[in-house]
C-alpha cells in the first residue's frame, strides 16, 4: 500500500506527535485512550515516528490531555445536546469520534496544509464541517454562527502555545464579542517551561518552537474581567493511576515543588 506523504508547516508538523501518542496508546494494559482511527491514520503516513520512541513523558501526556478535554466536551454536551463544537487547530484529532453524542453540530478549523491532509482520512458529514482558516482570521466566525447557536464550546489543545501573547489575547477577545456565554477549554504552560522548551522529550524532534507562557492562568482575568474560570487541571489533579506511569522524580516534582505544580495546566473558561 502506497502510504500518505506529508508536507506540513514546522508548527503543523507537530499535530504528528499527538497522533503517534494516541496510536502508541493502545497497546498499554489499561490505555488512556483508545483509539483505533489514529492507529490507521498513523500506519498510512509516510512518516518517521520512530524518533518519537523515547518520549514516554509526551506520549503519557498528551492522551491525559486528551481525556481531560473529551471530558470537558462531554460536559457540554451534557448540558447542550445539540450544541456546536469548534476544533481550533484539528490537525489529525479524533475527539468527534470519542464523543459525538449524535446530536452535536463540528467544526474542524485548521490552516490549509493541515486540512488538506486532514482531508485524506476524515469525511465532512452534515453535522461535522471543515474550515480552512487561521484562529486568528475572523471570517470563519460566519461559518459557525450559520448553524443558529451562539453559547459554543470551542477547544485548543496543543495550540496557543505556538502563538504569541497578543495573538493569544486577541483571539479570546474575537471570541468573546462574537461568541458571548461560550466555553473555551485549551492548555497553556508557564514561561519556565517556554524558556527550557530544549528539553521537551518529543517537540525537541521538530523544528517548531513554543512562544507564549503565563505563570498563572487566573491571570487571564486581567486582560478582562469577563472571563470566568470554570476548571483548572495540573499535573497533580491527573488520576493516580495513569500518573504510576512517570517516574517518581518527575511525580514529586510536579507534584510538590511549587515553580514546577504550575509549569503546565488545562483550562475551561466560560467567555463572559
Known amino acids: 500500500m502506497t502510504k500518505t506523504k506529508v508536507n506540513l508547516g514546522v508548527i503543523q508538523e507537530t499535530l504528528l506527535i499527538t497522533l503517534w501518542a494516541r496510536a502508541t496508546e493502545i497497546k498499554q494494559p489499561e490505555p488512556i485512550i483508545v483509539d483505533p482511527k489514529s492507529v490507521k491514520i498513523l500506519e498510512a503516513i509516510d512518516y518517521d515516528f520512530a524518533k518519537f520512541a523515547t ?119 474575537n471570541l468573546l464579542q462574537e461568541f458571548p ?36 492562568i487566573q491571570k487571564i482575568k486581567n486582560w478582562d474581567s469577563r472571563y470566568q474560570i470554570l476548571e483548572v487541571c495540573r499535573f497533580s489533579d491527573l488520576p493516580k493511576k495513569y500518573l504510576k506511569r512517570f517516574s517518581l522524580i518527575n511525580r514529586f516534582l510536579f507534584s510538590y515543588i511549587p515553580p514546577l505544580v504550575n509549569m503546565y495546566r488545562l483550562a475551561l473558561v466560560q467567555l463572559g
Not at 471530558?71 to 475527539?95: C, D, F, H, M, S
Not at 453524542?101 to 474542524?108: A, I, L, P, S, T
Not at 474550515?131 to 461559518?143: G, K, M, R, V
Not at 504552560?189 to 524558556?195: E, G, H
Request: charged share 25%; hydrophobic share 40%.
Open 55 to 173: 518520549a514516554k513523558n509526551s506520549q503519557t501526556g498528551t492522551c491525559l490531555r486528551g481525556m481531560i478535554l473529551d471530558k470537558w466536551v462531554r460536559t457540554y454536551l451534557e448540558k447542550y445536546p445539540q450544541g456546536t463544537v469548534v476544533e481550533i487547530g484539528a490537525g489529525l484529532n479524533t475527539r468527534f469520534e470519542r464523543v459525538d453524542n449524535g446530536q452535536v453540530r463540528w467544526f474542524d478549523l485548521d490552516l490549509p496544509d493541515a486540512m488538506q491532509l486532514r482531508q485524506q482520512f476524515f469525511p465532512e458529514t452534515e453535522r461535522r464541517h471543515f474550515i480552512t482558516a487561521s484562529c486568528l482570521d475572523t471570517d470563519w466566525f460566519e461559518c459557525v454562527k450559520a448553524i443558529g447557536v451562539q453559547r459554543c464550546m470551542f477547544v485548543a489543545e496543543g495550540v496557543l502555545m505556538y502563538l504569541n501573547e497578543k495573538q493569544v489575547q486577541q483571539l479570546f477577545a
Open 181 to 216: 456565554g461560550s466555553w473555551f477549554a485549551f492548555d497553556s504552560m508557564s514561561p519556565l517551561m517556554v524558556k527550557n522548551q530544549k528539553r521537551h522529550d518529543s517537540l525537541k524532534y521538530t523544528s517548531a518552537k513554543f512562544d507564549w507562557g503565563i505563570s498563572d
